[in-house]
């Protein structure tokens, strides 16, 4: 240490005595201020703020300018390279472009891709389902379907109907995404290409339809045709679209006539209200008269087979009877007789009995309420006396 500083002063002291030019003085005076700078561009440090070795040290510790260029580049193109890691939300596919053409179709999830202008990548959102308004546009709506004011806009919702009758169709579509590569590609302006096929589609359906249908009862089979309608509009144009629905928010006739056709609209609607009254009486009257039919026939057959059987059964005794009788008829009319005084006498209430001689003095008597019963019916004791059995007999 003490060598390096002689050798120093030394130095210094032959400098200061031998004469210098201007050139060396000003060097001389920037190396005593610490600012001169050595062939090897080295920043030297003033000795007498730090010593020599201290200088030497921090003077190679200093890093060479190439090197220092040569990090910067490279933490740069490390940069560069991550800007091409990109995450596809789950709504969302990724379609990447090398050099402006297609490449390939990304799911959802973290990818990398080459950083720009060597790839891009689109994330459109396939599952969010979209909107479009024709003969009317919303004023102050929100993201999700709710109704706001209302803005007419009569150049799209005028149609002419198959009678050639002119009627404002306000509707709108709901649509999302089906092939992200044909909705960013192939169609410029997808929103537009939508409104203006949608209005296509309905003018074609409304121009098939008459305005009684249109504005009553056949607003669901115009749903329906101009949905497929349209679905088939936008693949023939290959936009990558899906039509989920096309529905119908206001049909009606222009003002002028409106108060005829509403008129009309409220008859016919009340002549479908008494037709599904009258069906329902109906519905409610033939089932009971078919019951009751049903019990009456039922009721005539059981009738018809107690007669028939009571008929046949009375048919075959009358011929047991008949047999019987050729055997032996005086015993057969005596046992009939006695077979019906029994049933008659069975069935009276009180019985008067009168001997022969009797009977041949009294005289015919109506049965009295006290003798006949409280329902004053004749009874068989008013009738006239029966001859005896051996006088019957005798007269037949």
């Given at each position: ?89 789950p709504d969302e596919q990724g379609v ?144 990558g679209i899906q039509v989920l629905a ?10 002028e006539v409106i108060d005829a056709f ?135």
């Open positions: 240490m003490n060598w390096d500083w002689d050798k120093l002063q030394e130095k210094r002291q032959r400098q200061q005595n031998r004469p210098t030019t201007k050139p060396e003085q000003e060097k001389g005076d920037e190396v005593e201020a610490g600012r001169a700078k050595p062939e090897n561009k080295r920043y030297l440090f003033n000795n007498r703020d730090l010593g020599p070795n201290t200088a030497r040290k921090i003077n190679n510790l200093k890093m060479p300018r190439g090197r220092l260029v040569f990090i910067v580049v490279a933490c740069a193109i490390l940069v560069w390279l991550l800007t091409g890691i990109y995450i596809v939300n990447v472009l090398r050099f402006g053409q297609y490449n390939r179709t990304v799911d959802p999830g973290p990818h990398y891709a080459l950083p720009a202008p060597f790839e891009k990548v689109y994330k459109p959102q396939v599952t969010q389902v979209l909107r479009s308004e024709v003969g009317f546009r919303s004023v102050g709506q929100s993201s999700t379907f709710k109704q706001g004011q209302v803005k007419t806009v009569p150049e799209e919702a005028s149609m002419l109907t198959g009678d050639e009758n002119i009627v404002n169709v306000q509707f709108s579509v709901q649509y999302k995404i089906s092939d992200p590569v044909q909705y960013l590609f192939n169609v410029s302006a997808p929103t537009a290409l939508v409104r203006n096929a949608a209005e296509a589609a309905m003018r074609e359906v409304i121009g098939n339809s008459e305005i009684d249908s249109a504005i009553t009862d056949g607003k669901l089979k115009i749903q329906s045709e101009a949905t497929q309608l349209l679905q088939q509009i936008l693949n023939r144009y290959g936009a096309v529905q119908l928010q206001d049909v009606h006739p222009p003002k509403k008129d009309v609209a409220s008859a016919r609607e009340d002549k479908s209200r008494i037709i599904n009254q009258a069906e329902a009486y109906r519905n409610e009257l033939l089932p009971r008269a078919r019951g009751q039919a049903a019990a009456v026939r039922n009721e005539a057959e059981a009738y018809s087979a107690t007669r028939v059987r009571n008929a046949e059964g009375e048919a075959s005794r009358f011929d047991a009877l008949r047999v019987e009788y050729d055997k032996a008829p005086r015993v057969t009319r005596q046992r009939l007789y006695y077979e019906t005084m029994e049933d008659i006498l069975s069935h009276s209430g009180e019985k008067v009995l009168l001997d022969k001689s009797a009977a041949n003095r009294a005289l015919p008597y109506l049965p009295l309420p006290g003798l006949s019963g409280s329902d004053g019916a004749r009874g068989p004791e008013a009738r006239p006396a029966p001859k005896p059995a051996e006088n019957v007999a005798e007269q037949k």
